[in-house]
Nanobody, 124 residues
Framework: QVQLVESGGGLAQAGGSLTLSCVVS????????MGWFRQGPGKEREFVAK????????VYADSVKGRFAISRDNAKNALYLQMNSLKFEATAVYYC?????????????????WGRGTLVAVSS
């Protein structure tokens, strides 16, 4: 059974930083595109960042560009999201997601495997 487990969420002050991690178990994701999505209070789930199986083709949502950094460690079957200069609007549950292929776009429909999420709360 494939499991994606996020960690690293918590409370941060505006302007602060957090690093999210996602560890996959049950199968290797070293040949799969992966991404981060988030769902804020009363909002739909939205794309944050993604990268392909080899760490290339990185795409960020405009709202996080220049402040967030996505990375992966295929040897550890792990995905990361470094979040800097956090804004109040970043408050959301953050989800790790995996696509079935080597590459994927930012379209949420491309991602078949999902974690349960980790809550990030940013105080203003």
């Amino acid at each position: 059974q494939v499991q994606l487990v996020e960690s690293g969420g918590g409370l941060a002050q505006a302007g602060g930083s957090l690093t999210l991690s996602c560890v996959v178990s049950g199968r290797s994701f070293s040949t799969n595109a992966m991404g981060w999505f988030r769902q804020g209070p009363g909002k739909e789930r939205e794309f944050v960042a993604k990268l392909n199986w080899d760490g290339g083709s990185i795409v960020y949502a405009d709202s996080v560009k220049g402040r967030f950094a996505i990375s992966r460690d295929n040897a550890k079957n792990a995905l990361y999201l470094q979040m800097n200069s956090l804004k109040f609007e970043a408050t959301a549950v953050y989800y790790c997601a995996g696509a079935p292929g080597y590459g994927a776009s930012a379209n949420i429909d491309n991602y078949y495997f999902w974690g349960r999420g980790t809550l990030v709360a940013v105080s203003s």
